[in-house]
Nanobody, 117 residues
Framework: QVQLVESGGGLVQAGGSLRLSCAAS????????MAWFRQAPGKERDFVAR????????RYADAVKGRFTISRDYAKNTVYLQMNSLKPEDTAVYYC??????????WGQGTQVTVSS
């Protein structure tokens, strides 16, 4: 069983930065891709960014392009989300996910990010 544990969330002022981490553990971990999603209160869970485990391809939601960067560390089985120029509308619970092309089979428990104006 694969476990994903997010960390790095918190409270930050608008314009500030945070780096989220997602550490994977469990049986041999070799997903096709990993991603970050977020869910604001009363809204659906939205895609934020994804990266192939090879690191060759990344993709971002339009709302975060140019501000967020996804990366991964093979040795640590960890994916990161560097978030710069944060806005109040980035406030949400951020979830890490891992899986195949067809679906994300594994999800973390989420980490809260709050951006104050």
């Amino acid at each position: 069983q694969v476990q994903l544990v997010e960390s790095g969330g918190g409270l930050v002022q608008a314009g500030g930065s945070l780096r989220l981490s997602c550490a994977a553990s469990g049986r041999t971990f070799s997903p096709y891709r990993m991603a970050w999603f977020r869910q604001a209160p009363g809204k659906e869970r939205d895609f934020v960014a994804r990266i192939t485990w090879s690191g060759s391809t990344t993709r971002y939601a339009d709302a975060v392009k140019g501000r967020f960067t996804i990366s991964r560390d093979y040795a640590k089985n960890t994916v990161y989300l560097q978030m710069n120029s944060l806005k109040p509308e980035d406030t949400a619970v951020y979830y890490c996910a891992a899986g195949s092309v067809a679906q994300y089979a594994y999800w973390g428990q989420g980490t809260q990010v709050t951006v104050s104006s």
